[in-house]
């Protein structure tokens, strides 16, 4: 992780705003490349006068929105048919789909939207949204007003805390690993319960005399 985050620092000293925008752009098209060294690292050069903090916050927020669009299509275009096909091994069946499409009709505007403030969901909400097939427009209005607060406030912490930016991506940290982990766990008990379910309808219990 080490290697990853000096990398995207020289990628960003190297070539500032398009660095920033491929980055950006990346950490959404599913590529986890960690959203709070690229806008930290902007931020930080913002305030030592080497970029400009709008156009920082610019590039983070259409390369975020472009990498968002890239996800939605392949989850849009792909995602229902790998799904339909090889979601069996998984124990997600079409009908679990279709009842996903209806909750993601009832609260997909606030799953995009509030998704763009946490880590590690953030990376891959695009992809639920396409299979799910929320329209289009909508999508890309939540995803925009979601990018916006937090690619802007990752660039302007950068401001703040100027070269202590790798002190200031340890907080970052704890919250990552504690949803990462809730994410696992909730997944494993999910996975367990169809799984526990799906034994009872192949083998219900005999009758009791």
Known sequence: MEAV???????????GYAAIFLLMLA?????PFPSE????????????????LY???????????VGSWIAYAAGRLYGRELLDRYGKY???RSHDIDRAEV????????????????????TFI???AGIARMPFAKFTLYTFLGVVPWTFGLAYLGVIVKDNWEKALGYFNGPTFVIAGLLVVGAVLWYLRRRS??????DPPSDRR
């Open 197 to 202: 379910n799906r034994r009872l309808v192949s």
């Open 37 to 52: 060294v690229t806008m930290l690292v902007g931020g930080w050069y913002s305030a030592e006068g080497t970029l400009n």
């Open 90 to 92: 998984i124990l997600i």
């Open 126 to 128: 695009s992809l639920p």
């Open 55 to 65: 156009w920082v916050t610019a590039a983070g927020v259409f390369g975020n929105l």
């Open 27 to 31: 950490e959404s098209a599913c590529i």
């Open 5 to 15: 985050v000096q990398l995207m620092k020289d990628w960003v000293t190297q070539y």
């Open 103 to 122: 909750w993601w009709d009832k609260y997909g505007e606030a799953a995009t939207f509030f998704s763009r403030l946490l880590p590690v969901i953030r």
